[in-house]
């Protein structure tokens, strides 16, 4: 699947907050920043496969509880600050929806082992002879 279905509206939840920031006046009195949440965890809208790499991805913006956190003051309206918001979530749910390719188990070349146990003899020779020794 390339692009994922969208999300329905009742999974998720806005908070309006004042921005931190410069904005003169305006910055004090609206609520212009965006806190969107999204239960990764709970959703029902979500495939079983696409909720677990979402939640095994180490990103600050999950809770512990699988609960996303996506915070945007961006712009100076609250409208803005909510799609670019809502773009985030989708970003971040699209990522959840590409499969990482698997990786093919190869070996070493015959060169690269010879090289890299030449260069542990050399280290090794040149360490050997930092070492001091006690004639007597």
């Not at 004042?18 to 609206?30: D, E, F, L, T, Y």
């Not at 920043?33 to 809208?45: K, Y």
């Amino acid at each position: 699947m390339s692009t994922p279905p969208p999300l329905p509206e009742d999974e998720l939840v806005e908070r309006f907050v004042r921005a931190s920031g410069p904005g003169g006046q305006n910055v004090n009195k609206v609520a212009t920043a965006v806190e969107l949440r999204f239960d990764i965890a709970g959703s029902p809208s979500l495939p079983e496969a696409v909720r677990a790499r979402l939640l095994a991805r180490r990103d600050r913006r999950l809770t512990d509880a699988g609960v996303l956190v996506i915070s945007a003051q961006r712009f100076r309206t609250q409208e803005r600050n909510r799609e670019d918001a809502r773009e985030r979530l989708a970003a971040f749910i699209a990522a959840g929806y590409e499969v990482p390719k698997a990786r093919i188990a190869t070996r070493p070349t015959r060169g690269a082992k010879e090289r890299r146990l030449g260069a542990k003899r050399e280290r090794s020779t040149i360490k050997r002879g930092r070492a001091v020794r006690d004639w007597d």
